[in-house]
């Protein structure tokens, strides 16, 4: 399922954020990127929009981002595909992986936006490839 918030903020400047649109475009057939977000979020609809404007200005594939819809039950409990197995409690919740290993993880209560904690995560990684 997709999930509207990750439609690409029409106004995100790339020149602001160059060093991090090419880490993110080394990487681009490297990683997979594991959203997971609901549109009924403040966090992801203030966050998601600005982290799909960044992977497109990288270059990165749809099929390397993959995008998982969660609901809040009553009791604040986040539900949705793969939640459990992802250790998912807040959203907006990123988990970047190279075959199939965990090698950043970006959780809402980061004090900067998505693509910036991801590619300071992953600059090494970028450098290695």
């Known amino acids: 399922m997709s999930l509207e918030t990750m439609e690409p903020n029409p106004v995100w400047t790339e020149e602001a954020y160059a060093e991090t649109v090419d880490v993110l ?10 959203v997971w977000g609901g549109d009924w979020c403040i966090d992801c609809r203030s966050q998601l929009p600005d982290f799909g404007a960044a992977l497109h200005a990288a270059g990165v594939p749809a099929d390397r ?12 409990t986040k539900v ?9 409690d807040l959203i907006p919740t990123v988990v970047v992986e ?18 910036v904690y991801l590619g300071r995560e992953l600059e090494e990684l970028a450098a290695s490839v």
Do not use: H, S, W
């Open 25 to 34: 475009a080394a990487l681009r057939n490297e990683v997979t990127y594991k």
């Open 65 to 76: 981002i993959d995008e998982y819809a969660v609901e809040k039950e009553d009791d604040g």
């Open 80 to 88: 949705g595909p793969m939640v459990e197995e992802y250790d998912v």
């Open 98 to 115: 190279r075959d199939g290993e965990e090698v950043a993880r970006f959780v809402e209560e980061e004090p900067v936006p998505i693509a």
